[in-house]
């Protein structure tokens, strides 16, 4: 397989906001229709809501270790979500990642 194989999702999800798990419905719908056969993991406060809803890899926020893990693991190397968030009154919740770039990145 070319491309990435595990894609790593931050955002505020897992929260029980149904606009926020709306956006990573979507997001993962767009993946997958795009033809995505890989894995996702989320950085989500409720990894087993979000296993439970949207049937993908959860780790929780403030499992620091469980986040830089998922991270290193990741294939994809740049940030996915709102840059709201990236840039919010919390950032240490919303972790930008550098991944493994090996398909191409700088």
């Not at 968030?85 to 700088?106: E, F, M, V």
Request: charged fraction near 25%.
């Amino acid at each position: 397989m070319t491309g990435p194989r595990k894609i790593l999702v931050a955002g505020y999800y897992g929260a029980k906001n149904a606009g926020d798990e709306a956006i990573l419905a979507g997001l993962l719908a767009c993946f997958r229709a795009a033809g995505f056969a890989g894995d996702f993991t989320v950085i989500t406060r409720d990894p087993a809501d979000t296993r439970a809803l949207h049937g993908v890899e959860g780790v929780a926020w403030n499992d620091i270790e469980a986040v830089i893990d998922a991270a290193q693991q990741a294939d994809l190397d740049r940030p996915v979500g709102d840059r709201q968030q990236l840039a919010g009154p919390h950032p240490a919740r919303t972790i930008a990642w550098s991944g493994r770039r090996r398909y191409g990145g700088r």
